[in-house]
C-alpha cells in the first residue's frame, strides 16, 4: 500500500496510525487549495494530475486534517477538481456554479468508486472542511439523508463553511459526544469578533462545540482539549478552549508562547488543527457506540 500524509502521526503525541485493523472508514474531502494564478486553459478548476498542487494538498490538509481519522478508520481521501478559492467570490453566479458542480461530480463519482470497491458494509464516517464541506452537505443529502446507506453512518463533520441547521431531514446533530447518526459543523472566530457576513452566511448556521459537542453556548475550558497541533505538526496539549455564540465558535488566543501577540481574529484554516486530539477522541467513542449498538441489534458489519 501506498503510504501518503493520511498515515502521519503528529511529533510528541504517543498516538499511532492504525488503519490496518480499523473498523470504519472515512471518507474526507478536502478544503480550497487551489488558490494561485491558474496555469491550465481551463482555470475554474484544479488538475488533479499537478504534482505541485497535490503535494501542497499532501503537506497541508491530508496531513493536518485528514490524519486525525487514522487511528479509528482506513483514511480515503480522494483528489477531485476542486474549484479555485475566486470560485466563492466572483461576480459571476454561472462561472462559481459551474467550477461548483464539477467539483462535485468528481467527489461523487469517487464516492461511488469507494462504495463499489472499497465499502463491504463497513461503517462509514464522513469527515471535510470548507470547500470540502460544500460537497459532503450534498454528498449525505444525496446518499444518506433517509436513504439505506445512513444506517452505516458512524458521525459527519462537516467543518469550516456555514452548514444550515435544517440541512438534513432525518440526520439529527450531534448534542452529545458518544451520539451516533450526526452531524457536526463550526467555524472559529477570535472571541468578541462577529464576521462581515454574519446575517448572510451564517445567521442559520449549526455550530457544534468541539470541546462538548454540542450546540450549547457552555463555555469549555482549555483544559477539556485534549491536544491540538501546531505549524510543525506537533501535538500541543490544552491548546484552545471554546465557546458558540451566535452560530459561530469563538476562542480565546490559542495557549501558545508569545500568544499576547497573536492578531488572528479568523481562525478558518486551523479550525480543526486547534482540536485535533479530540475530533480523534470522539471519532473513536462514536465509533464504539456505534459497533455496539449494531451488536445488540445483531446488525454488526460484515
Known amino acids: 500500500m501506498v503510504r501518503d500524509a493520511a498515515d502521519s502521526i503528529p511529533l510528541n503525541s504517543g498516538l499511532s496510525n492504525s488503519q490496518a485493523t480499523a473498523e470504519a ?30 503535494r501542497d494538498i499532501q503537506t497541508s490538509t491530508i496531513l ?5 481519522f ?12 476542486q474549484a ?32 463499489k470497491f472499497y465499502h463491504d458494509g463497513r461503517p462509514i ?10 460537497h459532503t452537505q450534498r454528498l449525505l443529502q444525496d446518499y444518506f439523508d433517509g436513504k439505506p446507506l445512513q444506517e452505516k453512518l458512524v458521525v459527519a463533520y462537516l467543518v469550516g463553511r456555514a452548514i ?25 472566530f477570535s472571541r468578541g469578533y462577529t464576521p462581515k457576513s ?8 449549526l455550530s457544534v462545540n468541539p470541546l462538548l459537542w454540542n450546540t450549547s453556548t457552555e463555555f469549555a475550558s482549555k483544559e477539556l482539549n485534549t491536544g491540538g497541533v501546531g505549524p510543525r505538526f506537533t501535538m500541543l496539549p490544552q491548546l484552545s ?28 484554516r486551523a479550525d480543526m488543527n486547534l482540536f485535533y486530539n479530540n475530533i480523534r477522541q470522539n471519532v473513536a467513542l462514536r465509533l464504539q457506540t456505534y459497533l455496539l449498538q449494531q451488536s445488540v441489534s445483531g446488525n454488526g458489519p460484515r
Open 25 to 54: 472508514d472515512v471518507f474526507f474531502v478536502y478544503p480550497t487549495i487551489y488558490t494561485g494564478k491558474p496555469k491550465e486553459k481551463y482555470p475554474w478548476n484544479a488538475d488533479v494530475n499537478d504534482p505541485a498542487l497535490n
Open 64 to 68: 493536518n486534517q485528514a490524519s486525525i
Open 70 to 81: 487514522n487511528g479509528s478508520c482506513r483514511v480515503y481521501a480522494p483528489y477531485y477538481r
Open 84 to 115: 479555485h478559492l475566486y470560485a466563492f467570490y466572483t461576480d459571476n453566479p454561472e462561472d462559481s456554479k459551474r467550477a461548483l458542480e464539477l467539483a462535485y461530480q468528481d467527489v461523487k463519482a469517487a464516492f461511488e468508486y469507494y462504495l
Open 125 to 134: 464516517v464522513i469527515a471535510s472542511h470548507s470547500q470540502g464541506s460544500y
Open 164 to 188: 444550515p441547521r435544517k440541512s438534513f431531514q432525518h440526520i439529527a446533530a450531534s448534542e452529545a459526544p458518544g451520539a451516533t447518526g450526526v452531524w457536526a459543523s463550526w467555524n472559529t
Open 198 to 205: 454574519w446575517d448572510t452566511y451564517y445567521r442559520d448556521a
Open 241 to 268: 478552549d471554546a465557546q458558540n455564540h451566535n452560530n459561530v465558535l469563538w476562542i480565546n488566543k490559542p495557549y501558545v508562547k508569545g500568544r499576547t501577540f497573536l492578531r488572528t481574529r479568523i481562525w478558518h
